[in-house]
C-alpha cells in the first residue's frame, strides 16, 4: 500500500479524520489565510519570483549595461582630447644674454624638444631659426645685422633698444595651441664722456646756474573712429584710420615736436618711407601732410593698405623734439608745400633730440578673408584687447559670446558633467518605474 499525499480536498477535513491530519489540512487551506497576509506576502513574492521581469539581479545588469557604454564613451573623448594636445612646454621662463652684436634666447623644455625656434617672419632663413635639438633645452642666437631687428632710441635713459619676436614651435611643421612668443628686447645704455683740460683764466669767473628739464615721453597709435578711438590690431583693405602722435611733458610751452622719417614695413626686410626726414610726405596716397593740433600732438588720416601677398604692417618713424623759438614752433615740415625752397635751408633747422616711436602691430584682412564686415573687426578688436584673459567678451548690439581657450575647456568640462548626471538620474527613474511597473 502507498501513503496518498496531503491534500486539501473537503473528505480528508471531515469530523472523522484524525487530529493531525486536521490541522495540517487547517494550515495549508487557502481559506485559513487573513486577507491583510496575502497583501503583505505578495510585493515579497513578486518581487522574488522567477516569473517576474525586474529582479535585483536583472536591475543591477540592467544598470552596468547602460553606464558601461555611456563610460566608455566619456574615456574615448577624453582620450582623443588628451591626444590632440602635444605634451610639451616650457618651463620657467626663458634666459636673454645681450652681447655686443647678437641676443641669445635659450629655454628649458618639459620634454625633449622636437621643434622650431625662430623670429617672427624669418622662418625661411636659416640664420634666424634653429631647428629640433631632441634634448630638454633650446635656444636661438639672433644676429643684430640681420632678422630685421627693430632698433629704438631712447632719451629717458639715453640709449637703444634692439628687440624682436621669437617664435617657438613644438610642433615639426605646423603652429599649434601650445606654441609660444616672446618680445625679446635688449637695452644699451648710452655711456657718457666728459672731455676736460686746464685753462687758466684772469678773468673773475661767473658762476653758472643750470636746471634740468626731463625730455618728453612719446608715442604712436594707430586708432580707429577718430582721435579718440580705440587702438587696432586688425583691419581691412580702404578702412579708414586715425594716426597719432602725441608727446607727455611736465614742461610746459617748452617743446615742439616733429614727426619725421616714417616708414612701413613688411615684417620680412621690405620697407617703403612715407615721411622723409623733413617729415614731408612721399606718397600722398598713402600719407598726406600732418596736422599739429598742439605743440606735441601730430595726426592724419589714412586709408588702410598692405603689401601684396604680406598680412601685418609694421609702422615706425621718429619725433625731433627741439625747443621753442620766440614761443613759437618753427617746423621743418611747415614748408613741404613750397617747392621753391632749397632742400639745404630746410635741413637746417633739423637740432634737437631724435626719439624712435614705433605702432603696434596691424594685420591688414582681405576682402576674402571672411572678416570684411564690421561686427568681424569689432570681434577681432575686442579678442585682442582681452587676449591673456579668462573672461568673456560681449560685444555690443551683437547676441555672441566669445570665451578664451581655457574658459571654453571648463564650459565643455560642466556641460559634460551635467550630461553624465543628467544620465544618471534618468536610468535611476526608469529602473524605479521598471520596478512599480513589475509590481502591478
Known amino acids: 500500500m502507498c501513503a496518498a499525499p496531503i491534500s486539501s480536498s473537503a473528505p480528508l477535513v471531515g469530523p472523522h479524520a484524525p487530529r493531525e491530519m486536521a490541522s495540517a489540512a487547517t494550515m495549508w487551506s487557502p481559506p485559513s489565510v487573513r486577507p491583510h497576509a496575502l497583501r503583505q506576502m505578495a510585493p515579497a513574492a513578486t518581487m522574488w519570483s522567477p516569473r517576474s521581469n525586474w529582479s535585483p539581479i536583472d536591475s543591477v545588469l540592467q544598470t552596468r549595461r547602460v553606464m558601461l557604454p555611456t563610460m566608455a564613451l566619456l574615456l574615448l573623448i577624453i582620450g582623443m582630447a588628451a591626444g590632440m594636445v602635444i605634451d610639451n612646454e616650457i618651463v620657467g621662463e626663458p634666459e636673454v644674454d645681450c652681447g655686443v652684436d647678437a641676443m641669445l634666447v635659450k629655454f628649458n623644455t618639459k620634454n625633449p624638444f622636437e621643434g622650431h625656434v625662430y623670429v617672427k617672419g624669418h622662418y625661411d632663413t636659416p640664420s634666424c631659426r634653429s631647428n629640433a635639438s631632441n634634448n630638454h633645452t633650446a635656444g636661438l642666437t639672433i644676429a643684430y645685422s640681420q632678422c630685421d631687428v627693430r632698433r629704438q632710441r631712447t632719451t629717458s635713459p639715453s640709449g637703444v633698444y634692439l628687440s624682436a619676436v621669437v617664435v617657438v614651435t613644438f610642433h615639426p611643421m605646423f603652429v599649434t595651441m601650445v606654441d609660444r612668443a616672446y618680445n625679446v628686447k635688449c637695452f644699451y645704455m648710452a655711456s657718457d664722456k666728459v672731455v676736460s683740460s686746464n ?7 661767473t658762476e653758472l646756474i643750470t636746471q634740468s628739464v626731463q625730455m618728453p615721453e612719446c608715442k604712436y597709435e594707430v586708432l580707429s573712429d577718430g582721435p579718440t578711438g580705440q587702438p587696432i590690431k586688425y583691419a581691412t ?26 616708414s612701413v614695413e613688411d615684417g620680412q626686410g621690405r620697407r617703403v618711407l612715407l615721411l622723409d626726414e623733413n617729415g614731408c610726405p612721399q606718397d600722398k596716397y598713402l600719407m598726406a601732410n600732418l596736422n599739429y593740433p598742439t605743440d606735441l600732438a601730430a595726426q592724419v588720416d589714412s586709408m588702410v ?15 625731433r623734439l627741439t625747443l621753442k623759438t620766440d614761443g613759437q614752433c618753427k617746423r621743418t615740415s611747415d614748408e613741404c608745400h613750397s617747392l621753391k625752397r632749397l632742400r639745404r635751408e630746410i635741413s637746417s633747422k633739423k637740432k634737437g633730440e631724435n626719439i624712435d616711436v614705433f605702432s603696434d602691430t596691424l594685420v591688414v584682412l582681405d576682402v576674402d578673408d571672411g572678416y570684411a564686415s564690421l561686427s568681424d573687426l569689432k570681434r577681432l578688436q575686442a579678442l585682442a584687447r582681452h587676449a591673456g584673459k579668462h573672461d568673456m567678451v560681449v560685444f555690443e548690439n551683437e547676441q555672441s559670446v566669445c570665451l578664451s581657450s581655457v574658459s571654453f575647456g571648463i564650459l565643455v568640462a560642466i556641460i559634460g558633467l551635467l550630461l553624465l548626471t543628467s544620465l544618471m538620474a534618468s536610468v535611476i527613474v526608469c529602473l524605479k518605474f521598471g520596478k512599480r511597473y513589475s509590481r502591478h
Not at 685753462?199 to 669767473?205: D, I, N, Q, Y
Open 199 to 205: 685753462l687758466e683764466v684772469s678773468t673773475l669767473a
Open 237 to 262: 583693405v580702404g578702412q579708414q584710420v586715425y594716426h597719432k602722435w602725441s608727446c607727455s611733458s611736465e614742461a610746459v610751452d617748452v617743446y615742439c615736436m616733429t614727426v619725421h622719417t616714417c
Open 305 to 319: 593698405f598692405k603689401f601684396a601677398d604680406k598680412p601685418s604692417l609694421f609702422f615706425q618713424c621718429q619725433i
